[in-house]
Structures are given as C-alpha cells and as structure tokens.
C-alpha cells in the first residue's frame, strides 16, 4: 500500500474548510497541520475536525519537514508568495483560484513551478463537478462536433455580504466579480473546449452598484464586467459577471456551448424544475433536447471538492501533470489582465503570443 500523503491547509474560511473536509475523507491522506491568522477561527476549526497541529504562521507549517503537500486558501494577494514559499520549501501546492491578484504575480508564481519538481494544482472547483465533467467528456467523444461559440458568466442579482474586507480592493483581490467569479466560468469554458489561448479581448467594466448596496464606500473594484473573447482556434467567449445587478432573481451562473454537430447548457443555479444540464442534437434529423441523468447529490460542494483533492493526490501519487494546471490558472490571468485593460481603453486588447512561441520553438 502506498504511503499516505501528508497535507496542511493555510486559510480556513468556507473554502479552505472544504479542502480539510475533502482530505479527512481521502483514505490516502493524512491531515498534518493548519494555518490560519486568525486564532480564534483556527482554535475552533482545529478542535471541531480534531487537527492537533495548528499555526498562526505560514512558515511554521512549511517547516514541519513530513509535510508533503499544502492547500493554500488565502486572500488573492498572498497567493503568489505562499505559492512560492511552499515550492521552495519542497511541498505539493494546490491553490485556490485565482492564481494570483495580478497577471505579473502570476508569472513569477508559474515561473516557480516550471523550476520545480512538485506539483502545483489550480482549484477550479467548478471542473469537478460531475456535470461540468459530463460535458467534458461529450465534447472530448466528439458528440458535439468542433464548439465555436460559448455564453457563460456568473450573475449575481443581490450583494453577498461575506464579500467585504479585501475582496473590495484592487491591490489586494486583483478585481471584482471578474477575478472572483468570471474565473470559474471563463476557465470552464476554455477547458471544455481543450484550452485554447485567447487572441483577442474586448472588455468593459462597471461601477454603478457596488458602492451603494455594499454598505461600505472604499470599493474600488468593478460591480460587473463583460468581455468577447476570440481564441487561437477560431472560437469566441462572451463572458458576463456580477455581484449585484438588475440581472434576475438570484445567482444566475451558466455555461452554453455551441458546437457544429451539438451543444450543451448548465445552469448550475437552475431553480427546479428547469434542468440543470440539457445537451442538444439533432436525431433523425429531429432537434432533441435532452437530459442527462447525474448521481443523485451531484451538485453539493463536498462532491466537487473531494474531486478536485481526489486528483490533486493522485497527481503528487503518480508523479504527472495535475488535470488543472498552473499554466491553465496564468492563461486565464492574461485574459483578466487584458479585459481590465480593454476596459480601461475602451479598445480592444490583441494577445501577443510571440515570446510563448519563442519559448516553446
Ligand atoms: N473554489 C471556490 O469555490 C471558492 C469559494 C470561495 C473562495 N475561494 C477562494 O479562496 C480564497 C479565500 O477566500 P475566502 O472566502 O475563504 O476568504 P476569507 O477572507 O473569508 O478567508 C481567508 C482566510 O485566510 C486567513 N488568512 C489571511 N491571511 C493569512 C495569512 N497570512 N496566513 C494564514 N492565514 C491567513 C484569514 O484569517 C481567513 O480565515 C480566495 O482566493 C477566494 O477566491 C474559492
């Protein structure tokens, strides 16, 4: 039998909690320590899931040297550095998304995993979902034919109040609903259809909302974005994100793929009895509507999140590249970049991709 891989979380807010969950549940894993700022939260969270080890100091953690692996759970803006910290420290990186605040944080946070040899795992929980990995799989058969168009965002009708502190500043979260919940739906996009790489970007963000509906006034990052995305295979992305907006009832998150012999629709937010997941094809030259069947309890939180662990672990196991990647978490970081800086412009933002060539001739 294989020997347990030894983990710790850092940052123990409803994601980083979720990570623990997930690897309390993994028989090949074994907790070791956690890491918060906060003593309180870290004291009970310790006590409730019964983690001995517990430490208000990121580099009291990568200092236990049986530690194998490390979920980093934190604010953006320490993503980089303790995506860094850990590498060196000779530890299995899982970050939450994004994969930093900044595009050029990224870069040197990839840069240090191309120079390592652990691994380093996005969490973009949305892929493991079993829904978001049904379509997957219809797109990699073929059903589908070649998808050249995607509709997908995240629209939020009413301001969630946990979103506060450095969520509501650029230096510190990179952006606003953009970075926090367009990242999802643009890295679910992309990979649907085999991460092709954007050439171009037309984006516009907006602060009508956010100031007035989140009772604080020291918010300087977007209230909604929207962007039009061509890739390098010839397809386009319209993305839309908000975390509040005259746009619905609730959350309305979605993800529409149009393919040349099919297409498919999660609405992950769908409210029964529309259906969470259609998939449309013609048969019999009929246009058909149809609906998947997924195990029952799918669409919970612990599912996705034991998914995502689940790979992350098999990848420390079989020495390979994990399914989400930390070039995946930077190409949508280029994308973010360009959409902010269209926004900014008001033009449209043309990806230069001569250096990557350089590099990958
Ligand atoms: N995958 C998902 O579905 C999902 C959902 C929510 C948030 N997230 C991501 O997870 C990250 C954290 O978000 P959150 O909502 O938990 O934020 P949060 O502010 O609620 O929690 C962050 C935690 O990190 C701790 N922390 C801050 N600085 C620290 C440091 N230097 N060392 C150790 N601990 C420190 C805080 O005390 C806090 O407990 C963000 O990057 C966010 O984008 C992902």
Redesign the pocket.
Known sequence: MERKIRVGV???????QRHLEAYLKHPQVEVIGL????PV?LASIQSKYGVERGYG??DDLLAVDELDAVSI????F??QPMICAALAAGKHTLC???LAATLAQGELAAMAARESDRICMI?F?RRYREDSRLVKSLVDAGELGQIYHVRTGWLRRRWNP?VQ???LSKQLSGGGPLI?LGV?MLDLALWFMGSPKAVSVSGSVSHHLGNTLSQTSSIDVEDLASAYIRLDNGATVILETSWVSYSGTGDHIFCQLMGTHGGAKIEFSAPTPVPPLEVYVDHAGVPLAAIPALPVGHET?DVHFFNEISEFIAAIQENRQPASPIEHGLEILRILDAIYRSAETGAEIRLDRSSELAVAV
């Open positions: 850092v940052g123990l807010g409803w994601p980083g890491c918060d700022t906060n939260l100091d990121f759970c934190t604010p953006n320490l993503h939450e998304k994004p969490g929980s946990s502190g450095w969520f926090d999802h939180a």
